[in-house]
């Protein structure tokens, strides 16, 4: 079998990684723990044609696997048929039909939930091919740093969540998507700015904050420690925590007013409220101030749960959404090239999680993953919630 599996996964280029959560995912399962997948749609095509080598190999394994998240956008191209003056489809699916729909038709064959994922406004991914850069095309649409650039090649290129074009492509882009797939189960939405610097400082940006509130954020000086500027820049970061929640928000209604039963889930960093004014404001990502809009039904939480620093985080994160407002479920991501057995073992000793889902990436080393799959099954199938 495996040899057969590793036949498959080379074929489908980013199955490779998947064969080892396959080794161990009914046992995982008989403990009620719920098993998914995130795969990169746009890395490597999750079908050829009306195939799925993809989830051929998933059958073959005799996986139980309950959901698949794919990456439909990201790096400004989709796996999907588009028409946009702004985006594009990966060549990958470029093949006169549409792979993404076999893909479903064969994932709903085998009673497999799948949710699409939406990288809202990394636009260009760190490392990209020049000629993939959006912002070439459409320089208006990008967010700026206080210099009126960007570190695109540490930490990409983004949208500006504050520019009404990048609003209005991103609503055409779900909205055509959800027809498209009207039986997908949901979508899963990334909606952050970067994690090195701080943006907003684009034309659209500083003329709609002006318009708010008078000021023009260049002259906003950060870091000071000075209470008054201190204030000013609290107002600000709030300001952009608002328009990014609000983008959440429309894009979520726009599905769910196509695709009623559809699910929105996001997913965001868990150590989010763990840092101070100044990182909080580099991403923006709120994603408790999401759900407690009632944005969300359900919140996908990263982060290296072994990881010293990450102490107890899973039982903190639960009790943040006690204290709100509205609430969704929480489901822990793990990374791929994480310690699994050390992130089921720190997830379990905190409270066993109703649902786990697993990154994987074609970069994965096999034998290494097999041999920590293996180990991370009873470690999480023999704990209880404390």
């Not at 009673?111 to 760190?126: D, M």
């Not at 034998?367 to 704990?383: D, F, Y």
Request: glycine share 8%; aromatic share 8%; net charge neutral.
């Amino acid at each position: 079998m495996r040899a057969s599996f590793r036949s498959l996964s080379t074929a489908a280029g980013i199955a490779l990684c998947l064969w080892p959560i396959c080794t161990w995912a009914q046992p995982a399962t008989t403990a009620t723990t719920q098993l998914g997948l995130w795969v990169d749609g746009t890395q490597a095509p999750v079908a050829v044609g009306e195939e799925s080598p993809f989830l051929k190999g998933l059958g073959e394994a005799g996986a139980k696997v309950q959901r698949i998240i794919v990456t439909v956008f990201a790096n400004g191209e989709t796996v999907f048929p588009i028409k946009s003056e702004v985006f594009r489809q990966n060549l990958l699916y470029r093949t006169g039909k549409d792979p993404f729909a076999a893909f479903l038709r064969k994932a709903d064959e085998m009673g497999i939930e799948v949710y699409a994922a939406f990288e809202l406004l990394q636009w260009v991914r760190p490392g990209s091919a020049s000629q993939k850069d959006v912002f070439a095309r459409h320089p208006e649409l990008q967010e700026l740093n206080a210099q009126f650039g960007c570190k695109g090649v540490e930490e990409g290129k983004f949208a500006s969540p504050f520019n009404t074009d990048v609003r209005t492509s991103l609503l055409q882009l779900v909205e055509s998507f959800a027809r498209r797939y009207p039986s997908i189960t949901g979508i899963v939405l990334s909606c952050r700015l970067s994690y090195g610097e701080v943006l907003g400082y684009g034309e659209a940006a500083r003329v709609a904050y002006i318009r708010q509130k008078q000021i023009d954020p260049i002259d906003l000086i950060l870091g000071t420690g000075e209470e008054e500027m201190e204030s000013l820049v609290r107002e600000w970061y709030l300001y952009k925590r608002d328009q990014i929640s609000r983008l959440v928000g429309e894009i979520g209604s726009a599905y769910k007013g196509i695709n009623p039963k559809g699910k929105v889930l996001a997913v965001g960093s868990a150590n989010f409220y763990r840092q101070k004014l100044g990182l909080r404001n580099l991403t923006c990502q709120d994603w408790l101030h999401w759900m407690e809009q009632g944005y969300l039904d359900e919140m996908l939480l990263e982060e290296t749960w072994s990881d010293a620093k990450n102490d107890k985080l899973w039982k903190a994160s639960h009790a943040l959404v006690r204290k709100a407002s509205k609430q969704a479920p929480l489901t822990p991501v793990l990374r791929p090239e994480s310690d699994l057995a050390a992130e089921m073992k720190a997830l379990a000793e905190q409270s066993k999680p109703d649902r786990v889902v697993l990154m994987t990436s074609s970069k994965s080393d096999l034998p290494t993953l097999i041999e920590s799959a293996e180990k991370a099954v009873p470690v999480l199938a023999g704990q209880t919630n404390p």
